[in-house]
């Protein structure tokens, strides 16, 4: 395993760069897809459209409930990089949040909002499957 080094000063300005443009397409995203579930709700709520009957595709129960599955995980992901830049702000940015040890510029550079180092991370995901 590779030494894990201290993010330098130049670091921390690409990943923020980085962060915020990652939170500028969730924004657009979540901007695209409330609009979206907003028309559907209008649709369910207005009785006009016929919800349990179109062969053709969802009913719009089954639409508004992947809809809003994607507009809470774009949520979910647009609050992990508030955390992350919070972090880059207050110098925690980098450092696991369980162990305080270093997350790894490799595992940044694919998740820069990522919170745990990959030791964490993998501990975590099989507690949830067991």
Request: a negative charge; glycine letters at 10%.
């Amino acid at each position: 395993m590779p030494t894990q080094t201290k993010l330098t000063a130049a670091d921390l300005r690409h990943f923020e760069k980085l962060l915020r443009g990652h939170r500028h397409e969730l924004d657009v995203a979540l901007g695209r897809i409330g609009t979206t579930l907003d028309d559907v709700i209008e649709a369910r709520n207005s009785g006009t459209a016929d919800d349990e009957h179109d062969p053709e595709g969802p009913n719009l129960t089954m639409e508004w409930s992947r809809i809003s599955g994607v507009h809470s995980d774009l949520e979910a992901a647009s609050g992990a990089i508030d955390r992350a830049l919070a972090r880059i702000t207050d110098g925690g940015y980098g450092s696991c949040t369980r162990r305080g040890e270093p997350i790894g510029r490799e595992r940044l550079e694919a998740r820069p909002a990522a919170e745990l180092c990959i030791d964490c991370a993998r501990e975590l995901e099989s507690q949830h499957r067991a």
